[in-house]
């Protein structure tokens, strides 16, 4: 079984200030790890996904994400964070392979307040 | 390209009534995802769909919850009766299963029951 832990619930930061949130995943097969953002009272939307190739994926609004195998990691950072970015951030894994398969398993999310 | 649709966005009732959820996948899109969103269980999948027939409804959490996708633009999530422990945002999703990697989310229905 696939599971996704978040054990950051809320992480305040100033802005402009740089930020990591961090996603430990766990899976006995290979697997494609994604990161959304839900604003409020809004749906989730991609920010970037890793499926193979290069472990540093980037992604929209200046997110990027590394994919550490070793470590099971998938860690989303952001050199300079503006209030803007201030959401809810999940990660997320499903099975490595395209197909039917898609389950999406989620982590319980950590809220980026971004303070001026 | 219009994106998932879902309505309605807000649903307010009573217990004991019936609420209908419904969504709209992307068109091209043969698989559908509802998930329900809490605060306590955080986001679940519920059931999922490709090419209409349901192939995972083992987080439908009890009978009360039924859902169905009668063609491939349209599916509808039926809890009957509703309880105020089913109060939560539910999201669709869909996802081009060929060669698809990412799920495309709706705006959610958020449902009160009182």
């Known amino acids: 079984a696939q599971s996704v832990t978040q054990l950051d619930s809320q992480v305040p930061v100033f802005e402009e200030a740089p930020v990591e949130l961090r996603c430990n995943y766990s899976s006995s097969v290979s697997v494609y790890l994604f990161w959304y953002v839900q604003y409020p009272n809004q749906g989730l939307q991609l920010l970037l996904k890793?499926?193979?190739?290069?472990?540093l994926v980037k992604g929209i609004n200046g997110f990027e994400a590394e994919f550490n195998k070793s470590q099971t990691s998938f860690h989303l950072r952001k050199p300079s964070v503006h209030i803007s970015d201030t959401a809810e951030y999940f990660c997320?894994?499903?099975?490595?392979?395209?197909?039917?398969?898609?389950?999406?398993?989620f982590g319980t999310g950590t809220l980026l307040a971004v303070q001026p | 390209d219009a994106g998932v649709i879902q309505s309605p966005r807000h649903e307010v009732t009573e217990m004991g009534q019936e609420v209908t959820l419904r969504c709209k996948p992307i068109?091209?899109?043969?698989?559908l995802f509802w998930y329900r969103q809490t605060m306590m269980r955080g986001l679940e999948l519920l059931i999922y769909?490709?090419?209409?027939?349901?192939?995972?409804d083992s987080g439908m959490p009890e009978d009360r919850f039924s859902a169905k996708m009668p063609n491939a633009s349209f599916s509808t999530l039926k809890i009957q009766p509703s309880e105020p422990r089913d109060s939560a945002v539910y999201f669709c999703a869909s996802i081009l299963t060929s060669g698809g990697t990412t799920q495309y989310f709706g705006p959610g229905t958020r449902l009160t029951v009182l």
């Open positions: 769909f490709n090419n209409n027939v349901p192939i995972d």
């Open positions: 890793y499926l193979s190739g290069s472990t």
């Open positions: 997320a894994v499903s099975g490595g392979t395209r197909g039917a398969t898609n389950k999406l398993i």
């Open positions: 068109s091209g899109h043969n698989s």
